[in-house]
């Protein structure tokens, strides 16, 4: 293959995700100008290494390099984060899919528009305030939708791991969420779950 029909097939299968390769880093760094040099140290990394691109899912590969990018070069800058640990109680049924709003959800009027608008806010906070291991997890099914083998393939976990994180992720999101917006008032101390990180 030569490098003209190397760079256009590159083209063709990685530059349609460049907005999930953007929204990954963002969602990873925090901070829109570091998201911006992971995502453009990202695509360098996948463009140099394409001639390795199987034909596998290009979105999937492309944010395992998005993640590994960031992991070796920016956040071995930051201070490291306590690890989470499996709980299983954390691990019941009992969250809603429609507790925290939905990124989708159209709304009819401007008042509507406008309080969706605050919802939108206090949920990217909450988001963002989640430990990495949940964020990221969040992201790639809410946001990006993969599928649980295509997230424990970018994520080099098992399958089991994704669920897990997932299931975590999305009640500390709900506590988060909720406090933020002041939902939880209302909820006496020994009705909130122990939702601590260890």
Request: glycine residues 6%; contains cysteine; charged residues 30%.
């Amino acid at each position: 293959m030569t490098e003209t029909e190397a760079a256009a097939r590159f083209e063709r299968l990685a530059m349609p995700h460049m907005d999930a390769v953007y929204n990954l880093a963002r969602w990873l760094t925090g901070d829109a100008h570091e998201a911006q040099d992971v995502a453009q140290e990202s695509m360098l990394r996948a463009y140099r290494f394409f001639s390795g691109f199987r034909g596998e899912d290009a979105r999937a590969w492309l944010l395992k390099i998005v993640r590994n990018t960031y992991y070796t070069q920016w956040r071995q800058a930051r201070a490291h984060e306590t690890p989470a640990e499996f709980d299983e109680e954390l691990h019941s049924p009992g969250v809603r899919a429609d507790a925290v709003p939905r990124m989708t959800r159209a709304c009819a009027d401007p008042e509507s528009v406008v309080a969706s608008g605050e919802e939108m806010r206090l949920l990217d906070r909450a988001l963002a305030g989640l430990p990495v291991e949940f964020r990221e997890a969040l992201v790639l099914r809410e946001l990006e939708d993969l599928s649980y083998k295509e997230i424990a393939a970018t994520l080099d976990i098992p399958i089991g791991t994704v669920m897990s994180r997932l299931a975590r992720g999305r009640l500390l999101l709900l506590d988060s969420f909720r406090t933020l917006s002041g939902e939880d008032h209302g909820m006496q101390r020994s009705q909130k779950p122990d939702r601590r990180v260890r």
